[in-house]
């Protein structure tokens, strides 16, 4: 499976891991169970025992070791045996492996690759997901497609009009669509700036009474190695954003590879109106549910029936002026990836 690996991948939601509850998830085709030890800090190593190869999510916690459900083997966080409970108690001399794994930002992130782990990569863009003056709603969805499909539909957001409908975008919005793209550092920006246009339904509620035409900032930033921060605001006309008289919209989209056809999506959705609204959240996590869950996956799956195991840019598929992102973010992707097989790690 050829990804990115020197680099941090979103394992899960934090509070997902709780003392006494490992959690199993298969990352860039690799098995691994997470568990809280007592201190409160999380592990990761393999999951499964080197006995039998038995699972280790199918045993239980004892304390800050993994019992073997199967033959009764013990592993600390490191993935060394420290408990034999057979006749000698011989320890076996192999570990299994174990992982560098972070919580910043509410997310479990984990370390595939192997050199060092450096948490000082991970990105401060994300910081966002932690603030208290925000309101948030998040989710978790598994996805029959690799990720690279996901990160291209991000990538393009003109889909919404055909796949979303008014929810999300609105023929104001379309109509003035000429969106400016730029390479940076870590990733690919997307800057699109509209003029008195319709705002979309999921907003128009939040706006001051009265309010027919806005003036739309949009700002899609696709991070390596497959994460996307998606910032909305809408104004009054000649407003600048962020201020009280308009309403915005930041957003987290965290692609993990699960396998090269399976994905794990991580979403978080945070909005500086209407904080506090029971009512309001259950609304915007139901109408993001449905468009991400009900509309983008499903044709993603779809998508990738027809690919099979073929990656879509060597079936040489024809690009629209809209694919300019997902392809530079595509290319940027490939080139550290061949930089890191050639033992060349990009500053």
């Known amino acids: 499976m050829r990804i990115l690996r020197n680099c941090w991948y979103a394992?899960?939601?934090?509070?997902?891991?709780?003392?006494?509850?490992?959690?199993?998830?298969?990352?860039?085709?690799?098995?691994?169970?997470?568990f809280r030890r007592n201190d409160g800090e999380i592990s990761a190593i393999a999951d499964y025992c080197p006995h039998r190869f038995a699972p280790l999510h199918r045993g239980k916690q004892i304390g800050d070791h993994i019992r073997c459900g199967y033959h009764g083997l013990e592993f600390d966080g490191s993935g060394k045996c420290v408990?034999?409970?057979?006749?000698?108690?011989?320890?076996?001399?192999?570990?299994?492996?174990?992982?560098?794994?972070?919580?910043?930002?509410?997310v479990i992130w984990i370390w595939i690759g192997e050199n060092e782990a450096n948490p000082e990569l991970i990105n401060e863009e994300f910081g966002f997901l932690e603030d208290p003056k925000r309101a948030h709603v998040r989710g978790r969805f598994h996805v029959k497609a690799n990720y690279l499909l996901m990160l291209?539909?991000?990538?393009?957001?003109?889909?919404?009009?055909?796949?979303?409908?008014e929810a999300l975008m609105t023929e104001d919005l379309y109509k003035k669509y000429d969106p400016k793209v730029t390479d940076e550092i870590d990733g690919i920006k997307v800057t699109l700036e509209q003029h008195e246009i319709s705002a979309p339904l999921i907003f128009r509620a939040a706006l001051p009474e009265g309010t027919e035409k806005v003036?739309?900032?949009?700002?899609?930033?696709?991070?390596?190695?497959?994460?996307?921060?998606?910032?909305?605001?809408?104004?009054?006309?000649?407003q600048q954003?962020?201020?009280?008289?308009?309403?915005?919209?930041?957003?987290?989209?965290?692609?993990?590879?699960?396998?090269?056809?399976?994905t794990h999506y991580f979403f978080d959705n945070s909005r500086d109106f209407m904080i506090g609204d029971k009512k309001v959240d259950e609304r915007m996590l139901?109408?993001?549910?449905?468009?991400?869950?009900?509309?983008?996956?499903?044709?993603?799956?779809?998508?990738?029936?027809?690919?099979?195991?073929?990656?879509?840019?060597?079936?040489?598929?024809?690009?629209?002026?809209?694919?300019?992102?997902?392809?530079?973010?595509?290319?940027?992707?490939?080139?550290?990836?061949?930089?890191?097989?050639?033992?060349?790690e990009a500053a």
Request: a negative charge; charged letters at 20%; proline letters at 7%.
């Open 11 to 34: 394992a899960g939601w934090a509070d997902e891991v709780v003392t006494g509850a490992p959690l199993t998830r298969r990352i860039a085709g690799l098995p691994i169970l997470f």
């Open 83 to 106: 408990h034999n409970p057979h006749k000698l108690g011989n320890l076996p001399g192999k570990t299994i492996p174990s992982y560098p794994v972070v919580s910043r930002y509410g």
């Open 152 to 165: 291209d539909n991000l990538m393009d957001i003109s889909h919404a009009l055909y796949l979303h409908g």
């Open 215 to 238: 003036d739309f900032y949009d700002y899609v930033k696709g991070l390596l190695p497959a994460n996307v921060s998606h910032d909305i605001a809408y104004t009054q006309l000649g």
């Open 241 to 262: 954003p962020y201020l009280p008289s308009g309403v915005s919209s930041r957003s987290a989209h965290l692609f993990t590879p699960e396998t090269s056809c399976t």
């Open 286 to 344: 139901g109408v993001l549910t449905k468009a991400f869950g009900e509309e983008d996956i499903p044709m993603i799956e779809a998508q990738q029936k027809v690919l099979g195991e073929a990656d879509l840019m060597d079936l040489q598929p024809v690009l629209l002026v809209n694919d300019r992102a997902a392809v530079m973010t595509r290319r940027k992707l490939a080139k550290r990836i061949k930089e890191q097989e050639a033992g060349i």
